[in-house]
Structure formats: structure tokens, C-alpha cells
Nanobody
Framework: VQLQASGGGLVQAGGSLRLSCARSGGTSSKNSMGWFRQAPGKEREFVAAISWGGSTTSYADSVKGRFTISRDNAQNTGNLQMNSLKPEDTAVYYC????????????????????WGQGTQVTVSS
């Protein structure tokens, strides 16, 4: 399974970006997806996660109400819509995926994910 993250860039505070994660390879089995980020000098942290069916989501408190995670299983893609961006959102954003038997289960820990994308840089200027 390969994951390709895209959509990062430079944006002013208050602006928006939409990240995408394209999944290829592997089987067509169910998979849960998540987004994590790593700011300079900090550990990678959880941002958002979504179940295979898309009905169950989870967000870090720091992004709740501003970010929205979604997915399109027919297109094998996942998205992270980021609104009202703040300078503290500046980081490299990674998408991740893992097989699951459940249509409703999501995962919020790094160790729970098997596949990772290469990361896309998001920079928010003040």
C-alpha cells in the first residue's frame, strides 16, 4: 500500500487548505485513515481520523471545529479540509492508513497505523 499526500503550501492566518491522500496498491479491503502532523522540534501528533464507512470521526482538540476529515472510497482518497488556519498549525502533515474489519472503527495513535504517506508541508504565516 502506498499513500501520497498532497495539497500543502503557504497560507496566511485565517486561510484554508485542503489536503488529499491518495491510496494505491494493496487489496480493496477496508481501511481506516488518519492525519498526523509534526512541527519543527516537536513530536508527531494526532490531528484527525476517520472510519472506513466515514460515519465515525475523531479530532484533536486543537483542530476541532476548524478541520474536517472526509474520504471517498470509490476514489481511494482521503481529505483534510483545514479552515481558519493559525500559525501554530504549521507542520508537516502525514496521512496514514491501516486495515480494519470494522466500518465504524477509527484509530488515533501512531502505533496503530501500518502505512504512511511521505508528508506535505503546511506553513501558516501570521
Amino acid at each position: 500500500v502506498q499513500l501520497q499526500a498532497s495539497g500543502g503550501g503557504l497560507v496566511q492566518a485565517g486561510g484554508s487548505l485542503r489536503l488529499s491522500c491518495a491510496r494505491s496498491g494493496g487489496t480493496s479491503s477496508k481501511n481506516s485513515m488518519g492525519w498526523f502532523r509534526q512541527a519543527p522540534g516537536k513530536e508527531r501528533e494526532f490531528v484527525a481520523a476517520i472510519s472506513w464507512g466515514g460515519s465515525t470521526t475523531s479530532y484533536a482538540d486543537s483542530v476541532k471545529g476548524r478541520f474536517t476529515i472526509s474520504r471517498d472510497n470509490a476514489q481511494n482518497t482521503g481529505n483534510l479540509q483545514m479552515n481558519s488556519l493559525k500559525p501554530e498549525d504549521t507542520a508537516v502533515y502525514y496521512c496514514a492508513a491501516r486495515p480494519t474489519y470494522s466500518s465504524r472503527q477509527y484509530y488515533s495513535r501512531e502505533s496503530e497505523y501500518a502505512y504512511w504517506g511521505q508528508g506535505t508541508q503546511v506553513t501558516v504565516s501570521s
